[in-house]
């Protein structure tokens, strides 16, 4: 990390993922989150550039516009567009990952938080949809359950989004990408996949109709290409 940053930083908290370090720090007194992109050797120096960059612009547009139509995202506190670090608002509160897997774990009564999760979740993705945003990276890791309540979810990690030109397949595939991300990581959620897509048609009937259509081909697509291998 660079110098200019380390006061900054709690240097324990680091956590690498596949493109960026995240580290917890403090930003004008607030609790925030450091992300920096760092450079992967074995591309081409140029392009690692550009592609950096072009996250960290996806990631910003994204934030902006996601917040724009009232979904919940962290607030930009400070960009370095040269080293590609992002300075947001940390919120606290588990991954909706972390959330599910402790949610499993108790009886049946919990089904109904579960749901309400789902339609929530449902929701946010048609809000940002309807205007023209695609998150491009919905997985259970790239949301958080702020304080543990499912009505207060927020959406994060928006460096593969994009927004213009967005047809319904595209958002087809923003759903189809959760619905298996939500199958692959956890086991027996197929009532939070059906309360996800009815959330996403309570908010717009038209569009509902419209990516259930692509979303059923999308599904389709995908069997025949495991059937095929
Ligand atoms: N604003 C935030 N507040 C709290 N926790 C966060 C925040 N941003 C990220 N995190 C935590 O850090 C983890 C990784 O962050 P993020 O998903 O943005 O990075 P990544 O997956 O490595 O990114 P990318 O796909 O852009 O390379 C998240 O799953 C979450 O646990
Ligand atoms: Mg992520």
């Known amino acids: 990390?660079?110098?200019?940053?380390?006061?900054?930083?709690?240097?324990?908290?680091?956590?690498?993922?596949?493109?960026?370090?995240?580290?917890?720090?403090?930003?004008?007194?607030?609790?925030?989150i450091l992300k920096e992109r760092?450079?992967?050797?074995?591309?081409?120096?140029?392009?690692?550039?550009r592609l950096n960059f072009a996250r960290l612009r996806a990631e910003i547009r994204g934030i902006n516009k996601a917040q724009q139509v009232g979904v919940k995202a962290p607030a930009i506190y400070f960009v370095d567009t040269n080293r590609h670090i992002l300075i947001m608002e940390r919120v606290e509160g588990p991954t909706a990952k972390d959330w599910i897997e402790s949610q499993r774990q108790r009886a049946e009564e919990e089904f109904k938080v579960q749901a309400k999760f789902g339609e929530v979740l449902g929701g946010e993705i048609a809000k940002i949809h309807l205007s023209g945003l695609i998150h491009g990276d919905l997985t259970t890791s790239n949301m958080i359950v702020k304080n543990g309540d499912p009505g207060n979810l927020h959406l994060i990690d928006f460096g593969l989004a994009n927004s213009g030109?967005?047809?319904?397949?595209?958002?087809?595939?923003?759903?189809?990408?959760?619905?298996?991300?939500?199958?692959?990581?956890?086991?027996?959620?197929?009532?939070?996949?059906?309360?996800?897509?009815?959330?996403?048609?309570?908010?717009?009937?038209?569009?509902g109709e419209a990516v259930m259509a692509r979303l059923i081909a999308i599904r389709l697509r995908g069997r025949k290409r495991d059937m095929v291998g």
Do not use: W
């Open 1 to 32: 990390m660079n110098t200019a940053y380390n006061s900054l930083l709690d240097p324990d908290s680091l956590r690498q993922g596949a493109e960026a370090k995240l580290y917890d720090c403090v930003y004008l007194g607030k609790p925030a």
């Open 38 to 49: 760092f450079s992967k050797k074995y591309r081409h120096e140029e392009l690692d550039k």
């Open 165 to 207: 030109k967005v047809i319904a397949e595209d958002k087809g595939v923003d759903l189809y990408v959760l619905e298996r991300a939500i199958q692959a990581t956890h086991i027996n959620c197929e009532h939070i996949v059906d309360a996800i897509l009815n959330g996403y048609k309570s908010v717009n009937a038209k569009q």
